[in-house]
């Protein structure tokens, strides 16, 4: 009787520790960059593709991991 008792422990136990180690994982959040003009985009199309570029120097893909909205 005891050596049932101690089974069904152990089972409850171990079932207990593979429930509570399983985590849900947390979104990847894509970092957004949000830029706002008084002056026509054709103006600032420079500076733009300077700042575009940097970011692209940092490892930044805009569309893939960091969002920019105009």
């Excluded at 422990?9 to 985590?23: G, H, N, P």
């Excluded at 008084?38 to 692209?56: I, S």
């Amino acid at each position: 009787m005891n050596k049932r008792k101690l089974g069904s422990f152990v089972l409850c136990a171990t079932l207990f520790a593979l429930c509570s180690s399983a985590e849900a994982q947390q979104p990847n959040r894509v970092p957004r960059i949000g830029y706002l003009s008084a002056v026509p985009a054709a103006t600032v199309a420079g500076p733009v593709e300077t700042f575009r570029q940097g970011l692209r120097e940092l490892g930044y893909v805009e569309g893939k991991n960091i969002v920019i909205e105009w």
